[in-house]
């Protein structure tokens, strides 16, 4: 028995759905609290820096997290 299946009728050009922007839009704003970042094999490296640059109570994405340690090794001081 063989199938056929239907084609679509919008080519994908047209569509509005982009699939890979998405996930990296949803990937970009998960948020982890400094326990869960300092816990984590991404920066384990990092975990000493991490407990003196993150506060408790907050939640950082990664960007912001890279941020913050990109800042702190480069010497800039926030005031």
Sequence with gaps: MVTKLKQIEQPIEE???????????????????????VSS?????????LNVLLEEGKLYTFGEVDQKLHDFLEGKVNE
């Design 41 to 49: 094999n991404k920066y384990s490296h990092r975990r000493d820096a």
């Design 15 to 37: 569509s509005n759905f982009n699939f890979a922007n998405q996930q990296s839009n949803e990937i970009a704003t998960f948020k982890f609290t400094k326990q869960q970042l």
